[in-house]
């Protein structure tokens, strides 16, 4: 079964990085489009970047500039650099792909928590 799995989550102080990735595993699949939305402890889930395929990314207004979403078809990896981390960017994040022939499948997260 197709299924993305997020890594790279940690504990890291505010202002510094942390790179996370989406191995989108379980079978021959090629990724339409991908994204990462977070959901904070008592918000909802909000957008963080989301980009097509060999496309322009968009980016939540709070994240732009400090973080980039890249892929690598080739591996079906997709990842979100995060700089500057703030705060506020503590939360689960989540990857969420679409693939062609299947539809959207996402992850089951990955914590970042950032500490002043």
């Known amino acids: 079964q197709v299924q993305p799995v997020e890594s790279g989550g940690g504990l890291v102080q505010a202002g510094g990085s942390l790179r996370l990735s989406c191995a989108v595993s379980g079978g021959i699949v090629r990724i339409n489009i991908m994204g990462w939305y977070r959901q904070a402890p008592g918000k909802q889930r909000e957008l963080v970047a989301r980009?097509?395929?060999?496309?322009?990314?968009i980016y939540a207004d709070s994240v732009k500039g400090r973080f980039t979403i890249s892929e690598d078809s080739a591996k079906n990896m997709v990842y979100l650099q995060m700089n500057s981390l703030k705060l506020d960017d503590t939360a689960v994040y989540y990857c969420?792909?679409?693939?062609?022939?299947?539809?959207?499948?996402w992850g089951k997260g990955t914590l970042v928590t950032v500490s002043s």
């Open positions: 980009m097509p395929s060999g496309g322009s990314a």
């Open positions: 969420s792909v679409d693939l062609y022939g299947i539809g959207n499948k």
